[in-house]
């Protein structure tokens, strides 16, 4: 017999753990069926962006005018997404090592990007998927130093969110640096770095100026007279892959629709599918075709690589209808939409949760100037409480019931599924 606490979605224990079981079947049918084709996915994707690369170094040395500059920096910002999205954090994540080959391995990847490989699979592979979503816990994409949801108390300093966010979007390769690095965290905190710490941020400074050289200072003077346009596509091709990786991102873990979850403690014996369930309910995907899904790195399926994240990522768009379909039998919500409207969600609630709870909803042209005197008398005043609002108590009953049942849902008799 199994206790029957209610989880998030409504699900009861014995739902939960029938979910797990339909969900590990998908897993499972990928890793008996995966083989050559998925081996020759991966190996002509790396040829394909090595010659994007050098095409576009080519094209940049050779050409002087404006023709040869679009198209060098275009094929340059097309390497730079296939290095980061498809390849790099796939490969980095464990996907393609059982071809076992040492040119495409987790352990000896090397990519463009200003964080060193292991301090990114350790914060990404062994936090950010274990604690997806949980304040306090998950360090990605701003949930160290960001408002991410109703329940967590308003403070001025908020007001700054959405420019805040702006500015890591252009640069994102370094504020994905600054998050590995647990960086928010500290200067909340306001905590002295241990001398491990510092090692590790000496480390990624250094890979840093050395990436910035290679971009900004080899690749010019190759170019002999024409380092000028070499210089500005460099600086173009970077911060297109930048915004890219960013919207990309910002669209699985943070449009409305997504939750985030307060937890002090995640309980060690979180089962299969109550981990399962945390991913399903604190990621989005991004509908589109095959191009939009391959140059997104495939985290377009969000959903999917949160649940399987060492698969394949090829096989993702392959599982998705049958994830769906998991979704649908246990009544839970799929969140996908267009890259428009996702990109879109994704700032509206940057933008909302800058501001007091309500702001927003209660604000138009007729009644503006005296709520910004409001918001200006809530600065002054300091940090705010998230009370009031039945939209607010109920955000914070829906944190506290996942709280509550992701602790106490319990298995007998067939004992607790195996934790991820």
């Known amino acids: ?64 005018n404006r023709t040869a500059w679009v198209v060098g920096t275009t094929a340059l910002s097309l390497a730079k997404i296939l290095d980061n999205m498809e390849i790099g954090h796939n490969v980095l994540h464990g996907q393609w090592d059982w071809m076992r080959d040492p040119k495409i391995h987790s352990s000896t990847w090397q990519w463009d990007h200003t964080s060193p490989p292991e301090q990114w699979q350790r914060a990404h592979n062994q936090v950010h998927h274990r604690y997806t979503n949980i304040i306090g816990k998950d360090n990605d994409l701003g949930y160290g130093i960001m408002r991410v949801d109703e329940a967590q108390e308003w403070r001025p300093r908020y007001l700054l969110q959405p420019i805040q966010n702006l500015v890591t979007a252009c640069i994102f390769e370094q504020g994905i640096a600054m998050y590995d690095l647990d960086l928010g965290e500290h200067l909340r905190d306001k905590r002295k770095m241990t001398p491990e710490k510092k090692a590790e941020a000496i480390t990624t400074l250094k890979r840093g100026l050395r990436q910035a050289a290679k971009d900004y200072v080899v690749w010019p003077l190759l170019s002999g007279r024409g380092w000028r346009a070499t210089l500005s596509a460099d600086a173009t091709a970077n911060l297109v892959r930048n915004l890219w990786s960013h919207s990309i991102i910002m669209c699985g873990h943070f449009p409305e629709g997504v939750e985030a979850f307060e ?6 014996d979180e089962s299969r599918g109550e981990w ?33 994240p060492d698969l394949p990522s090829n096989r993702y768009a392959e599982i998705a209808p049958r994830v769906r379909q998991v979704f649908d039998k246990y009544g839970l919500s799929y969140c996908s939409r267009p890259l428009v409207q996702q990109v879109g969600s994704a700032w509206h609630k940057v933008v909302r949760l800058s501001l007091p709870n309500g702001w927003l909803a209660d604000t138009n042209r007729r009644n503006l100037v005296p709520q910004l005197r409001k918001l200006a008398r809530s600065a002054g005043r300091g940090p705010t409480a998230p009370r009031g609002s039945g939209r607010v108590a109920a955000a914070r009953q829906r944190i506290a019931t996942s709280t509550t049942a992701l602790r106490t849902l319990v298995t007998t008799k067939n004992g607790a599924l195996t934790a991820p």
Not at 280 to 300: F, K, R, T
């Open 276 to 308: 399962y369930v945390r991913q399903m309910l604190g990621s989005a995907n991004i509908s589109g075709p095959p191009v939009l899904h391959l140059l997104a790195g495939n985290l377009s399926h969000q959903i999917e690589h949160h649940m399987f």
């Open 263 to 268: 937890l002090d403690e995640l309980d060690e």
């Open 1 to 64: 017999m199994t206790t029957t606490t209610s989880t998030p979605g409504g699900l009861t224990a014995a739902e939960v753990e029938l979910l797990g079981h339909d969900l590990d079947a998908i897993r499972q049918d990928v890793l008996d069926d995966r083989g050559e084709r998925d081996a020759a996915y991966i190996r002509r994707l790396v040829k394909v962006q090595r010659c994007l690369e050098l095409g576009g170094r080519v094209v940049l040395l050779a050409g002087r």
